[in-house]
């Protein structure tokens, strides 16, 4: 997408007489803001890991700042981020050489799940401000662990959380087109116009299956020691008899960590970061958490004490319907479908939403945003005081320069990815869990109490 260069004053002025004139929706700007910055006002950008998904956010970070390092533990990822950012970017296997240089004030984590945090805690504490992509952490220890840190250093830290700033979606019903739809499904809920909430209802998707997968060579220029990090060591494995003409082949590493709980937690971190996020923030509880945790899944392998006995095939739950309980009385239901979206449950009214569309399921709250919209301060209020528009990235650079709390902090997230971990809990251990959200303890149950952290291979600690 091409974009305009206008200054922060154009923008805010542009913002506030879109407001003024009684705009449909509170669509603050069609085109994503590009901040007009001599090159001293320019930040110094260190990327660490450049596979597929970074491939999805450098080009909105390198509007604000110059790629001065790279770094990826596979070889072939380091080179083609060196290429993309033109050529010139110092290319690293140890991200620690990153965080080293004092030229780079900003970092970019781009890795799988169970790196996140470790990397951005380290991030943290070398001075650096960090955009990490989601779900930002593997358990929920990792995420107490980050929001203490960043109390501690007050580094700006954004959460790759995109749908609370981009997104755009239609109205089947009126053919009216919405900008960041999720904040204004956000406003509609917190707002009143859907009554008393009583459910929001996320649907996610389940994680694939794979074939038992064989031993394989490691492929060259993948540092695979480095690339488990914290996970135990074991053989690398891949599907020997893939279809050449398919995507993926299905292994261990890359895209496919997210089948696996050793590295990720399937659709309920992958997704679940998403969705949970957006219905936490709806009903109020995205600084709290759950009472109740319980549901029922269904795994591609079997599992004994929470484990599962097959080490060759992807693990994470393909079905699944988690009921939570919070402490305003709401119950939030997860589960793999049907539809991906959210179903927020008023007793006025009801709302689905989705990165294709926002629509009413039941009464007209959407269709009178044309003649009532959201008022301006009420989309402020939600978005942490600054204004939508400019996109997720232009939102992080913001706060980097004013020093503010982005839209998707770590505080927020955390509470989140608890939600989601605590329903991984609940399936891998067959049974309900009671969640103390101001203690951040699980009670009652000593054995799952264990699980809110997990043992971190020799070398590779989350040290804080």
């Given amino acids: 997408m091409s974009q305009s260069r206008v200054s922060r004053r154009q923008f805010v002025r542009h ?66 981020g060196q290429r993309r950012t033109g050529g010139k970017a110092a290319m690293h296997e140890d991200y620690r050489r990153v965080l080293d240089d004092p030229k780079i004030d900003v970092v970019t984590i781009v890795t799988p799940d169970h790196w996140h945090s470790k990397i951005a805690i380290e991030a943290m504490l070398a001075g650096k401000d960090v955009y990490c992509e989601k779900p930002l952490t593997l358990t929920i220890e990792e995420g107490q662990q980050i929001c203490a840190v960043q109390k501690k250093t ?3 830290f954004q959460v790759g959380t995109q749908q609370r700033s981009e997104m755009s ?9 919405y900008q960041q739809q999720f904040l204004l499904a956000v406003g509609l809920a917190q707002s009143g116009r859907l009554g008393k909430i009583q459910q929001v209802r996320c649907s996610i998707g389940g994680a694939p299956t794979s074939r038992p997968l064989e031993k394989a060579p490691v492929p060259d220029g993948l540092n695979w020691d480095m690339w488990l990090g914290q996970a135990p060591m ?18 261990r590493t890359h895209y496919e960590f997210r089948w696996w709980y050793e590295y990720s937690g399937g659709k309920m971190t992958d997704w679940g970061a998403h969705h949970v996020d957006i219905a936490q923030w709806a009903i109020g509880m995205d600084n709290s958490g759950p009472l109740t945790v319980e549901g029922t899944a269904k795994h591609p392998v079997p599992f004994k004490n929470g484990y599962p006995t097959v080490d060759n095939q992807y693990n ?19 589960q793999d479908g049907p539809d991906n979206g959210i179903w927020i449950v008023g007793d006025k009214g009801e709302i689905f939403v989705n990165r294709g569309r926002l629509q009413d399921v039941s009464g007209t709250v959407v269709k009178e945003l044309a003649d009532n919209p959201l008022p301006a301060e009420e989309i402020l209020r939600l978005y942490k005081g600054k204004k939508p528009g400019g996109g997720h990235m232009a939102n992080f650079f913001q706060c980097v320069r004013d020093r503010g709390l982005p839209v998707s902090d770590v505080f927020t997230h955390h509470r989140a990815m608890t939600t989601c971990h605590l329903a991984n809990i609940a399936i891998r251990l067959d049974r309900k869990i009671e969640w103390d959200p101001v203690k951040e303890q699980i009670t009652g149950d000593s054995d799952a109490a264990g699980w809110v952290r997990r043992e971190q291979r020799k070398g590779y600690e989350i040290k804080v």
């Fill in 316 to 334: 994470a739950a393909t079905e699944f319907k988690i009921h939570c309980k919070f402490p305003n009385g709401v119950d939030l239901l997860i």
């Fill in 169 to 177: 979606g239609q109205d089947p019903e009126n053919n009216k087109r």
């Fill in 234 to 251: 074991v053989d690398y494995v891949q599907d020997n008899q893939w279809n050449e003409k398919g995507g993926y082949r299905p292994s």
């Fill in 15 to 80: 913002s506030v007489g879109a407001a003024a004139a009684g705009t449909v929706v509170p669509y603050w700007i069609t085109r994503a803001a590009k901040a007009a910055q001599s090159k001293n006002d320019r930040h110094v950008l260190g990327c660490i890991g450049t596979g597929d998904r970074w491939g999805g956010i450098i080009g909105a970070a390198m509007q604000f700042g110059d790629v001065a390092a790279v770094c990826d533990v596979d070889r072939k990822h380091c080179e083609n």
């Fill in 154 to 156: 007050g580094r700006v």
